[in-house]
């Protein structure tokens, strides 16, 4: 399978770095099989960049995949987000995305309720991610090639 990731600069070796935030499963390298999406996280960069990997799943590695968002889902990105470690290598599924994270937030904090957040969800449907978690995880990854994407901004700074 083909797999993205967006950024500032192509990513011939991917790493694992800790944030200063808590993301949705966790630390990682994040990735999405959507190009699409993968452009748009990368246009808040200077030069948003797009890196292309082969994934090669490997079954001996401990591979956890939402194919939905259900309460496992919910509480799993909330423990996450918490600063609560899981011992995947790999962790498949929806992503939480800004407007998700709004709700996921006022749920963490007493806002709104579980039943509250699930009607709001349903309307804003969440995209996609692969959270590679660990060194092993990494491993399943082979990078092809990378492109610098050009948006409006860019095409007018240079005419």
Known sequence: MQVYHGGYCPIEYPEIRTGRYAKDFGTGF???ELKAQTVRWSMR???PTVSIYEFEPDNSLNILHFTETT??????I????NGISHNYDIVIG?????????????YVNGVITREQFWV????????????????????CLT??????????RQREERT
Do not use: G, H
């Open 30 to 32: 994040y990735c999405t």
């Open 71 to 76: 309460e496992e889902w919910l509480d799993f």
């Open 143 to 152: 990078y092809k090639e990378s492109e610098e994407i050009k948006n409006e």
């Open 78 to 81: 909330v423990d996450c987000r």
């Open 45 to 47: 960069y200077t030069t």
């Open 120 to 139: 709001l969800a349903k309307y804003k449907p969440p995209t996609r991610q692969i959270n590679f978690c660990t060194p092993a995880a990494l491993k």
């Open 94 to 106: 929806a992503m939480a995305n800004d407007q998700i994270y709004n709700y996921i937030s006022d």
